[in-house]
């Protein structure tokens, strides 16, 4: 989160910078009509900026990190199991969100050497650090989206052939980084649904064969999905798999 909120933090200077100008006070005169400084306006427009910025924090949050991978797979694993109120949505999203945290620990940290520290310190400007700050970010992206998605939205985007990296816009890079993530989480999801999906048809086949067609045969699979599940140390093996793919 410290890179999320590093951009607001380097924004705030500016705004709280023209709030105290002296002259900056609206008025309005007997026609009606509101009449202010030129900074009124550019502060409440930054204010006002700043305020959007934060409230779209945790959509940025699920869209630029691992967080749409890692809750994706978390949820396909709780349904191929079975029980799809187990765990609980706060507790999978928590396991999400600290996930989320752990996979992006170095860019945070990378953008806090390079960016917030710099900037904190008066050595670098607020237009500096903040292209410092999406740079890691950028980065971790551009790892993460195949190329054949890149091509696609470069292509709706009618956007030239990108000769280098830095050469792919942001607002191309986002969707195309998205695309992927949902591509990856879905492969890693169909894995982990055929074990699941052979124990059903095993005790499907199984009570068929013993005349017994009325019971339901996820009542009597469920026991045993749980029961693999817990031996192999499904957590385990997922959390793992899911840090790993990001390496």
């Known amino acids: 989160m ?5 951009s607001a933090i380097l924004w705030l200077p500016s705004c709280t910078a023209d709030a105290q100008l002296g002259d900056a006070q609206l008025r309005i005169d007997s026609g009606g009509a509101a009449t202010g400084s030129a900074g009124t306006v550019n502060s409440g427009l930054e204010l006002f900026f700043l305020l959007t910025f934060l409230a779209l924090l945790p959509t940025l949050l699920m869209m630029v990190t691992s967080f749409t991978r890692v809750i ?4 396909f694993a709780r349904n191929a199991i079975g029980v799809p109120q187990l765990p609980p949505n706060q507790v999978l999203l928590g396991l999400a969100l600290f996930l989320t945290i752990f996979i992006m620990a170095p860019v945070w940290q990378e953008v ?3 960016a917030l520290q710099p900037y904190l310190a008066g050595e670098i400007p607020q237009a500096e650090a903040m292209d410092r700050a999406v740079r890691p970010l950028r980065q971790f992206m551009l790892r993460q989206t195949r190329e054949r998605d890149l091509a696609l ?3 709706l985007g009618q956007q030239p052939r990108p000769r280098t990296p830095d050469d792919v816009p942001t607002w191309v890079l986002v969707p195309s ?3 992927s993530e949902l591509k990856t989480a879905f492969q890693m999801g169909f ?6 999906l052979i124990i059903d048809m095993i005790v499907s086949s199984a009570l068929m064969s ?3 067609i009325m019971l339901p045969p996820v009542v009597v699979s469920l026991p045993f999905k749980v029961l693999l599940f817990v031996m192999v140390d499904g957590w385990d093996l997922i959390v793992r798999s899911l840090v790993m793919s990001f390496q």
């Open 72 to 75: 994706i797979v978390l949820s």
């Open 153 to 155: 939205f470069m292509q």
């Open 191 to 196: 894995v982990i649904f055929i074990p699941f």
């Open 210 to 212: 013993m005349g017994m």
């Open 177 to 179: 980084f998205i695309v």
């Open 2 to 6: 410290i890179g999320l909120l590093a």
């Open 112 to 114: 806090n050497r390079t």
